[in-house]
């Protein structure tokens, strides 16, 4: 199985997942430019560690080994100094990728030392900035369209994002990635911040045209909520409105959504459609929260959607 996404929202993901396989790819973004990540992105020349490192803890295991470097790694310094606001996860990333040279292996040799169950992958090796471009900012010209610049700043625009690149614009996808998606029986993509975490992935070429011809069932799972800044307004059928208009080469298999979320089961449905997706609604949210989805709820839906195995031939038996 292989997750695309970064933040928190591929952080539950990859908790979910990890209960179902004990063979799960992070495909995880590298477009932060702020707080930690954004520092040692700027010092180094790195990708940013911040999500990666999420994905890492996201992926230790339950018992005390696990529960405790996870819980190390998403440490963040205090005082006053320079170490101030950086977690600690992020500076063992950087060590090991100037200690071995290498972005993957750097990133194996941690997920080794964590114990984690499944590998994390950036979708590039090298950092991408976002580029949106932004129609309302300025409230005396509200059509007018302007480009927003980066990850922090796309995720608080309170305009309507119209549009959305990658740069450099020829930074090439992760050759490991593409592999695991060449071998995938599940992808899986959300939830997360539509605008800087789950729809940058497909900006880059190879990225987007190895998730439209992956052998395995693709799904999207939807956020519970709009988020202030980047999706406000939006109704979950709009999230697919913006896929079909910007990624009509990748279709869906399924968009998996919780009920009690949706006010609009004939829209969402026609949306679903539009992307040859089926509409799977199923309870994930967690209870005690308004926006977050519940890891256990999320790893018994995505675990109804797994395929059957394989046969001799190499298709995928049908889907009932």
Do not use: Y
Not at 33 to 62: H, I, N, Q, W
Not at 93 to 118: K, M, R, S
Not at 190 to 210: D, E, I, K, N, Y
Not at 282 to 307: C, W, Y
Request: aromatic share 4%.
């Amino acid at each position: 199985m292989v997750a695309l996404g970064g933040g928190h929202g591929l952080a539950v993901t990859l908790r979910a997942l990890r209960r179902v396989t004990d063979q799960l790819t992070a495909v995880v973004g590298v477009s932060d430019d702020g707080g930690s990540s954004g520092r040692l992105r700027k010092e180094f020349g790195v990708p940013p560690p911040g999500d990666l490192r999420m994905a890492l803890a996201a992926l230790c295991g339950d018992d005390t080994w696990g529960r405790t470097w996870s819980q190390v790694v998403q440490h963040r310094f205090a005082g006053h100094g320079e170490l101030q606001g950086h977690a600690l996860g992020n500076l063992l990333i950087t060590a090991l990728w100037e200690e071995t040279g290498d972005i993957v292996e750097g990133l194996d040799w941690v997920a080794a030392l964590l114990g984690a169950h499944g590998r994390v992958l950036p979708v590039s090796l090298e950092p991408l900035e976002i580029v949106a471009q932004v129609r309302g900012l300025d409230p005396v010209r509200p059509g007018d369209v302007a480009t927003v610049r980066g990850q922090v700043e796309i995720a608080r625009t309170l305009g309507h994002v119209t549009g959305l690149t990658v740069e450099p614009p020829d930074a090439a996808a992760c050759l490991q990635a593409l592999q695991a998606l060449e071998q995938a029986d599940l992808v899986v993509l959300g939830p997360g911040s539509w605008f800087t975490s789950v729809l940058p992935h497909l900006r880059l070429p190879a990225m987007a045209a190895a998730v439209a011809d992956s052998p395995g069932r693709r799904v999207l799972i939807l956020n519970l909520a709009p988020q202030p800044g980047e999706t406000a307004g939006f109704a979950p059928e709009t999230h697919l409105e913006v896929w079909a208009e910007q990624f009509p080469e990748v279709c869906l298999d399924v968009v998996l959504a919780d009920p009690a979320r949706v006010p609009d089961v004939a829209a969402l449905q026609t949306a679903c459609r539009a992307v040859g997706a089926r509409l799977v609604l199923e309870r994930v949210a967690d209870t005690r929260t308004e926006a977050k989805h519940d890891a256990d709820l999320l790893a018994a839906a995505l675990g109804s959607l797994t395929p059957a195995p394989r046969n001799s031939g190499g298709r995928m038996r049908p889907w009932r």
